[in-house]
């Protein structure tokens, strides 16, 4: 069951809201646990009795290392604690997200020398496993180092870690950031609905743009040989698909968090806008690059112990978030590399002699560097990759195919007019509110374009098969 599904919009999403209405304020913690528990367990039972038990063991080592804080015990008691709490949460993460490319690795290499292949039944990802153990992660670190005060009631801790508006895909919510609200919040009608409208665009921005795209972009990566345009056209498609499909999805859960009372941080500031790849990384997936930043790239040791610790530190993070991505293939890692290799380069460049960038040059060169990242993100293997790259660069021809020429439909196009408009926007919002001041029809555009636009996705819904978010496989 995905946000973008009639049975959520039509069953799950109504009747959870009647309920959580209805019960007293006191209750309502206890309404969202039951109702998220209940939503990851119609994904599937397993994947909920996974949820509960890394539940359990956050809340009670948490409890742990508070008390052997409290406790005034030695030193070294409290760290360890922590460090095994949290290789604990890695491994179960690695192992769900890495076995099956290990495997397959390790099968490969044994063909390879002459062995029969490795006899390995694929390891299924729960989904939001990824996000679930970062946040529980963020948790135990931050009370051993006092930022938050643990948590002593399982119910709130809980309802924390198993939201299910945000915790399959982002944003990546810290317990401090929610600590006020789990145990006093507002559910009135404006929150309701402010949250409610914000829920609409992020559904306009995944069913209108982001799932119309979506065929193209698989029939592009499935060429043999793409041309020029073809592979620029799957590129540059790829790139608004995944942009509208991650953003609109952490919009409704922002929409839906603050349906209930809750105010989630923003994860998206318009990236595509970025001066630098540092700009980027402050715009895109914001809840996980303040996390790698907070809890890994300053775990390593930031910019404290000299120049050279510096760019290692800023490569390794990167490359340790190209692998939470996805283990499915070895292209996450690379892309994280890459990205890693380009903030140092931006860092070294910022910090040298050399003369300044433009600013019009400094943007074309990050949007074009980003694009021909997310080629590699998007390929499941090197190879493809590789053909993609090929065709990017004219290898195969330069004009549009036959094969890509009858799968171009209109609908298309117009999605991706609809997407530029919705990038570019922002940029004239300022002038057309000042230039239109308190304009009636201004004013109405703004307050019922969300309502025809998710009509319009709840139709498309209705009409085509229910498309995944794609950071479900992350």
């Not at 999403?13 to 959580?20: A, K």
């Not at 698909?241 to 929409?255: C, P």
């Not at 590789?386 to 890509?404: I, K, P």
Request: net charge positive.
């Amino acid at each position: 069951m995905v946000f973008a599904s009639l049975e959520f919009l039509t069953l799950f999403l109504p009747l959870f809201l009647l309920v959580y209405a209805l019960a007293p304020q006191r209750a309502r913690n206890g309404v969202l646990l039951a109702g998220s528990w209940l939503f990851y367990g119609w994904l599937s039972p397993l994947f909920l009795s996974l949820h509960v038990v890394l539940t359990i063991v956050a809340w009670v080592g948490g409890l742990l290392v508070d008390r052997a804080r409290e406790e005034g015990q030695g030193s070294l008691r409290r760290p360890v604690l922590l460090i095994a709490l949290v290789v604990f949460n890695t491994a179960v993460l690695v192992w769900y997200k890495y076995a099956n490319i290990v495997a397959a690795t390790v099968s490969d290499l044994m063909q390879y020398y002459g062995a029969m292949p490795l006899a390995w039944q694929k390891v299924a990802l729960p989904a939001g496993l990824s996000f679930i153990v970062l946040q529980a992660i963020s948790y135990l670190v931050d009370v051993h180092r006092r930022t938050v005060a643990v948590e002593r009631s399982f119910i709130n801790y809980a309802t924390y870690i198993s939201m299910f508006g945000h915790s399959i895909a982002g944003p990546i919510i810290r317990y401090d950031w929610v600590q006020r609200e789990l145990r006093e919040r507002w559910f009135n009608w404006e929150n309701f609905s402010l949250g409610a409208r914000r829920f609409m665009v992020g559904m306009a921005m995944k069913v209108l743009v982001a799932d119309t795209l979506s065929p193209l972009v698989d029939a592009v990566f499935h060429l043999e040989h793409p041309t020029l345009v073809d592979a620029w056209i799957g590129c540059l498609a790829y790139s608004m698909q995944l942009f509208f499909d991650f953003s609109g999805y952490s919009a409704m859960a922002i929409g839906l968090g603050l349906m209930l009372g809750f105010h989630f941080p923003e994860n998206f500031n318009h990236p595509y806008l970025a001066g630098s790849i540092q700009d980027f990384w402050r715009r895109w997936h914001i809840s996980l690059s303040s996390w790698l930043r907070d809890y890994l790239y300053i775990g390593l040791g930031g910019n404290r112990h000299g120049v050279w610790k510096t760019y290692r530190n800023l490569f390794l993070t990167m490359a340790i978030a190209g692998l939470w991505h996805g283990g499915d293939s070895w292209n996450y890692l690379l892309w994280g590399s890459a990205h890693g290799l380009a903030l140092c380069i931006d860092r070294a460049w910022s910090r040298s002699a050399l003369p300044s960038i433009p600013a019009w040059l400094a943007h074309v060169l990050t949007l074009l560097f980003v694009c021909l990242a997310w080629t590699l993100f998007r390929a499941p293997d090197f190879a493809t990759a590789a053909t993609m790259y090929a065709g990017q660069f004219g290898l195969h021809g330069t004009g549009l195919s036959d094969a890509l020429a009858v799968m171009l439909r209109p609908v298309q196009a117009l999605a991706v007019l609809l997407g530029l408009f919705w990038i570019v926007a922002p940029l004239w919002q300022a002038a057309l509110e000042a230039r239109c001041g308190e304009r009636a029809l201004y004013l109405w555009f703004v307050r019922l374009w969300p309502i025809a636009a998710f009509l319009l996705s709840f139709a498309l819904i209705a009409s085509r098969e229910t498309v995944p978010f794609l950071y479900f496989q992350f």
